[in-house]
Structure formats: C-alpha cells, structure tokens
C-alpha cells in the first residue's frame, strides 16, 4: 500500500502523542509480552489516560479506513460491520474508531471486544455472549495500540473464523515489530506509525549479556524473573 504525505502526518501526530503520554521508555531493560527483550518499551495504557488525545488518534484511524473519495481505503472489498479489539486497551480503541468512523461515514459499526483468558494451552481470546452476534457471520475489522509480533491479531482472526465471520483487516497504531500482511496470512495491515524498535530472544538479549537488570516494575520483567528463579 502507497505511503502518502497524509499517512507521514498522521503518523507523527500520533508519535507525539505518545512521547507526551509518557508512553515511550528507553533505555532500560524490559521483558514484552511475547517473552522477548527490549532497550525500549511503549506503556500503551498511558495513551488512554487523555481523552482529548485519544478521541483525536481514533479520528485520525477511522480517517485511515475510511477514504472519502474511494470508499474504504485499505479494505476496498469489504462492508465493515464491527470493530473488535482485545480487553482492555483494545475496548477504548474499538469504541473510539468506531464513533469516528461514523462521524466519516454515517454508518454504524459496533464496537466489540474479546476477553483474554490463560489456559493450561496458553492464551486464548473469548467473546463476551452479548457481544456473538455482532461478529457471527459479520465482516470485522480487528484493532490494537501497539503490535511486536501479531500474535493477537492472529487469535483475534482465528476467534472471528470461529464464529463464521470475515476479518476485514487489521489495524494498528504503532507497529513496532516491523510485522507485515504475510505475517498475518494475508490479512490487510494498516499502522499509524510503523517503527521499529529493536528486541531479541532471551538468548540474544545484549542487555542480559551486559548483566543489566531487568525492569520489573514495567512490562513482565516481574513474570520472567520470578520464572527465572525457579528454574
């Protein structure tokens, strides 16, 4: 997908939103939620902490999805039907675009999000009941804050094909792992802000080569070094 001057301008309104959030820590030694390593880490709850801020960024995604001139944009063959993101951040973000894009278009789109739940498994995601039929059978559009791996855009799509629906596309605000549509099977993937930032597996991680220690007050530094001491 072409990169336009628009989207260059969204993408550093939203950058700047998230500096003056507090939502971007560098330089110190974090633990993400996939298991790998980090210098750098974005604090995604602290993005919703200003409602101003956030209803601009919602405005500016639905301005993404949707294009006045052509219709919608990145997802050109599909009616989208609902908005569904993961719990909890994902909840304001569902509602947000949500609103946005009807104030775009003028039409509804509900606003749905899954539950996280750990399993013996792993993590799975499930929908609330009251929120079924707005999915079941319906075109949805999936969205997060930040993304490293797309490994919840890809639960979330497995949960939307479970209950017989069609994932329209996904849609971030910061991709920070570089993913791309491949590594999505395909689906659409539009980001506000697409930049890297550099992380390794535990057995790569120049900062624990370094003998940094690892922040456990932010991200799941807590949950790698209490596993760590009981190996």
């Avoid at 980090?38 to 101003?52: E, G, K, P, Q, S």
């Avoid at 509900?110 to 009251?130: C, D, I, N, Q, S």
């Avoid at 490293?148 to 792992?177: I, M, P, Q, S, Y």
Wanted: some cysteine; hydrophobic content about 40%; aromatic content about 8%.
């Amino acid at each position: 997908m072409e990169y336009t001057e628009q989207d260059a301008h969204i993408a550093q309104v939203v950058y700047e939103m998230f500096r003056e959030a507090g939502a971007v820590l560098e330089n110190d030694h974090f633990v993400l939620a996939s298991g790998r390593h980090a210098r750098d880490y974005i604090v995604h709850h602290a993005i919703y902490t200003d409602t101003n801020q956030l209803s601009l960024t919602c405005s500016l995604a639905a301005r993404r999805v949707y294009d006045s001139d052509s219709g919608i944009a990145p997802f050109p063959d599909a009616k989208i039907d609902s908005v569904l993101g993961p719990a909890s951040g994902g909840i304001l973000l569902a509602q947000g675009i949500a609103e946005s894009y009807r104030a775009w278009t003028a039409l509804s789109l509900a606003a749905v999000w899954a539950e996280k739940e750990t399993t013996p498994a792993g993590t799975v995601f499930r929908l609330p009941a009251a929120f079924e039929k707005h999915v079941r059978g319906k075109t949805v559009l999936l969205v997060d804050d930040v993304i490293t791996t797309g490994g919840t855009f890809r639960k979330l799509a497995e949960l939307v094909r479970a209950h017989e629906g069609k994932v329209a596309g996904c849609l971030c605000l910061w991709n920070r792992g570089n993913v791309s549509s491949a590594e999505l099977d395909g689906i659409p993937l539009v980001s506000l802000i697409e930049k890297k930032l550099g992380d390794w597996p535990e057995n790569a991680c120049p900062c624990c080569k370094a003998g940094v220690p690892v922040n456990t007050l932010i991200g799941h530094g807590a949950e790698f070094v209490a596993k760590k001491r009981r190996r």
